[in-house]
């Protein structure tokens, strides 16, 4: 099976660097991809992709495989280069050995059980709890565990928010406002604040806090600064469902970011690449003040 896997990623990983489409190899992922590069005037010049089998299961002839895929690419902006990564989930079906079915497995679920009331109550004072916020702290975390999971907090099966939480905290960012669900950020004793773990409640916090983490909303993503923070909505509903980081600029100073759920790092800001992306998506881009 995974023999079967890597021949499936072989046929495919010529399609992100070539121009060539044909029905028995198109990847419509790559395609999107060199879409939205083409968009920026960057390219991928080297691809790579391997796969790791998470489940199977076997039905009379019919074989069905989760699995995941990591890709890496390296990409030319006018001078620059740089290495994109992202891995993501997929449900591929095969029938006696022939690929009939593979598709990506949406990662953003929704965040109902961990949802915050409708208003987000802030218990804040007039001072401001004393830290500096050492971005440098903050990117070297998101760099570290982009791919992977720090044992020395809970990990969520939504880790977008939670991700991005520890990396402010790695940042210097203190919590405050335990044991409150709807009020502060915090994570402590197996519990944690809506806007430690919530996308939409992050956004919220984000915006209002007047006490401890704080940021400036800024109102274009060349604004941002390392370890600066954006924050999606997907449809375009006024429920955010996805936060990034910045750890890094293109060519042309735009942020590059990494992320949780769909574990990417260097990835462009807009996500047009990604498949959550609708053409009604809205952004919020908050500068965490120093």
């Not at 790695?170 to 406002?177: C, L, V």
């Not at 759920?261 to 800001?269: D, E, G, P, V």
Request: proline content about 3%; glycine content about 4%.
């Amino acid at each position: 099976m995974l023999q079967l896997i890597q021949e499936l990623f072989e046929k495919r990983v010529s399609q992100f660097v070539s121009d060539n489409r044909t029905h028995k190899v198109f990847f419509p992922k790559a395609d999107k991809k060199q879409s939205a590069l083409s968009n920026r005037s960057a390219e991928i010049v080297k691809v790579k992709a391997s796969g790791r089998i998470l489940e199977t299961n076997k039905e009379e002839e019919f074989q069905t495989v989760k699995y995941q895929a990591h890709y890496q690419y390296l990409i030319k902006q006018k001078a620059l280069l740089y290495m994109e990564e992202e891995v993501e989930e997929r449900l591929a079906k095969f029938y006696k050995g022939a690929l009939v079915m593979d598709e990506e497995i949406n990662p953003y679920e929704p965040q109902d059980m961990y949802q915050q009331p409708t208003d987000l109550v802030l218990e804040d004072k007039d001072e401001r709890l004393s830290y500096q916020y050492n971005r440098l702290k903050a990117v070297q975390y998101a760099e570290r565990w982009w791919n992977s999971y720090n044992p020395a907090y809970k990990k969520f099966v939504n880790d977008c928010t939670n991700f991005i939480s520890q990396c402010l905290h790695s940042g210097g960012a203190p919590m405050r406002g335990y044991p409150n669900k709807g009020g502060g950020w915090w994570l402590q004793n197996h519990n944690w604040s809506y806007s430690w773990a919530v996308a939409n409640s992050l956004k919220s916090y984000l915006a209002n806090s007047k006490s401890g983490l704080q940021a400036r909303q800024v109102s274009s993503p060349d604004q941002l600064l390392l370890g600066d923070v954006i924050c999606y909505d997907f449809e375009g509903d006024g429920r955010f469902n996805h936060n990034t980081i910045v750890t890094g600029k293109d060519a042309y100073g735009m942020p590059l970011v990494n992320a949780h759920t769909y574990n990417s790092r260097m990835r462009y800001w807009a996500y047009e690449d990604s498949s959550a992306y609708t053409p009604k998506i809205k952004y919020k881009f908050f500068s965490i003040i120093d």
